[in-house]
């Protein structure tokens, strides 16, 4: 308000207020009135407040022409109205200002507590879900399968789990780019969501996904679930212009929810998994607790084999190589044992595919290579008429660069003559593009050690590689020498096929020895076709040294 605006507006409260001042009856209501017009003007402080009367009182003096006691009581008491009309109003907007601000602080505290649910809410959705897909993410997985186990349940409730990977994501990622792998992985989110229905599907990393089937009453239910993911995967999609096409593999467990725990049935479906990957991929299978009990029992043989090795549980047993000429012992193969602490002694069938797989073969291997010869030198120095040593040989030790040196430094060290051993290696061993075994073989070769193809005829008898190859001896598989038990027609074949493969060896100078000769009948049919040597339990079982320190006495 300005200064000539405040000017009329007080003019008029005077006039007002002579007008109050002359009225009969006389009353002070126009003090209170003019107090609250003076509040609603902003004239709220007392100083203002004082003045104002101030003002009033003078001007009222100056534009009455009557004066006496009666008319000062009454100005005195319709400026009295004024200050208690000012202090009413003042009051009174004071109140609700006051409640504007308590209902201003209401809607601004309930607009805070919802900004604040809702925050709350993304947070607990972005904790819970996947940012690329938005499917629920581990956590919400784990949370679920853990209700599905915290629930009162009764004996007969099942549950099932599907894990999922996609064959070849990495190929994708690495060639087309993240971006349209992200973009794929988008794609097959939406395609499980919609093909599995109301079962929980969560994208746990990577690309692996889950899918929580509650409550099942029989295997079947979860099968049909993992074909249903399995289908809805497959299916073609366009994504950032490139048609794709990808496969799956899952791994499904279906059990009763009693005597088992979350962890133990997501461990159990990620070995599953391994399964189907293993068993060629687009696939599912489904878990079998034989299987896995006879894995995790190959697992701790495997875990167990370093320490044994180190404290000498292995041990080697050698089986005769006889002439079907004079029936002389002319070798022996070295056949390695395990004498388990707990589950007595084991054949090499137990463990050397673990030691393959785990590549401890080559430590094992070289273990068995220099044993094996120190006992043929302990022969040898019994006897000049001594019988040469067979080791078998991995295909992890063919392709180990430090064989050649390693062969040469054992027959040093042992003082045994290169040509009392014999090194045996299967077909498939030599089945490779590259020149590094064969190389090796010629290497040996050169130091004199013998080499002779084991198993030969149930691989790929190349017959280029054996012309080519630095080989002495032909060890024909026990398969065919079975076909000899009996004089009845059927046999000749297999007959026929072992009278071809002498002949061919007998061609390429070779000798021949035919393993798993368990009869004399065999042994005689054997010998009329020429064959040079056998092996098997009819000319003696696998046993320990002292049985050949017997022959030799």
């Known amino acids: 308000m300005t200064q000539a605006q405040l000017e009329d507006f007080l003019g008029g409260l005077t006039v007002r207020l002579v007008e109050a001042l002359r009225a009969e009856p006389f009353t002070v209501r126009a003090g209170h009135q003019v107090g609250t017009e003076l509040v609603a003007a902003h004239v709220a402080s007392a100083e203002g407040l004082g003045r104002t009367i101030e003002i009033l009182d003078l001007r009222l003096l100056r534009d009455m022409d009557i004066d006496g006691p009666d008319v000062r009581d009454r100005m005195a008491r319709l400026l009295g109205g004024i200050a208690t009309g000012y202090a009413r109003a003042l009051r009174d907007r004071t109140l609700d200002e006051q409640e504007t601000i308590r209902r201003a602080a209401l809607v601004a505290r309930e607009q805070a507590e919802l900004a604040l649910r809702e925050s709350e809410a993304r947070y607990r959705h972005r904790a ?3 940012p690329l897909t938005d499917l629920p993410n581990r956590s919400l997985f784990t949370q679920r399968l853990d209700a599905v186990f915290a629930e009162p349940t ?24 993240h971006h349209v792998g992200d973009l794929l992985l988008v794609s097959v989110a939406e395609r499980l969501r919609r093909g599995v229905g109301e079962h929980l599907v969560a ?29 809805a995967i497959n299916e073609p999609a366009i994504v950032d212009g490139h048609e794709l096409t990808v496969t799956a593999s899952i791994g499904i467990v279906e059990r009763l929810v009693a005597g088992t725990t979350p962890s133990e049935v997501m461990r159990a479906a990620d070995i599953t998994l391994h399964w189907a990957k293993s068993a060629g991929k687009g696939r599912w299978a489904l878990f079998d607790p034989v299987r896995n009990d006879d894995q995790l029992a190959r697992y701790a043989l495997s875990a167990a084999m370093p320490a044994a090795l180190d404290r000498g549980e292995f041990f080697l047993d050698y089986q005769p190589l006889v002439s079907l000429v004079g029936g002389t012992l002319l070798g022996v193969e070295a056949l390695v044992r395990w004498r388990h602490p707990t589950l007595g002694v084991l054949g090499p069938d137990r463990f050397i595919s673990l030691a393959e797989d785990s590549g401890l073969i080559v430590r094992l291997g070289s273990w068995v290579l220099a044993e094996a010869c120190r006992q043929a030198r302990r022969w040898l120095d019994r006897s000049p008429n001594a019988p040469f040593v067979s080791v078998n040989l991995a295909v992890r030790q063919i ?9 040469t430094t054992v027959l040093d060290d042992v003082g045994l003559p290169p040509d009392r051993l014999q090194l045996e290696i299967t077909e498939s061993a030599l ?35 054996l012309r080519s190859l630095p080989v002495q001896e032909l060890k024909l598989a026990g398969k065919f020498v079975e076909g000899l038990r009996s004089p009845a027609i059927g046999d000749r074949t297999d007959e026929n096929i072992l009278l071809t493969l002498v002949t061919l060896a007998h061609t390429l100078a070779l000798t021949v020895t035919a393993e798993g000769v368990e009869t004399a009948g065999q042994a005689e049919r054997l010998r009329a076709i020429g064959c040079d040597a056998a092996q098997g339990w009819h000319f003696g079982r696998p046993g320990p040294a002292a049985d050949i320190d017997d022959q030799l006495a």
Not at 156 to 174: M, T
Not at 207 to 226: Q, Y
């Open 431 to 465: 089945m490779s593009t590259a020149d590094g075994p064969v190389r090796t073989l010629r290497e040996l070769a050169d130091l004199g050690v013998r080499i002779a193809i084991d198993d030969f005829g149930t691989g790929y008898s190349n017959l280029s590689y």
């Open 203 to 231: 994208r746990i990393g990577g690309d692996e996904f889950v899918i929580l089937v509650a409550n099942t009453t029989c295997t079947d239910d979860v099968l049909k679930v993992a074909d249903a993911a399995l289908a």
């Open 399 to 407: 392709n180990d660069p430090g064989l050649v040196q390693y062969v």
């Open 128 to 130: 819970t879900h996947d």
């Open 154 to 177: 009764t004996a007969s409730r099942r549950l099932g789990v599907c894990f999922v990977d996609l064959d070849g994501f990495k190929v994708i990622n690495d060639t087309l780019g």
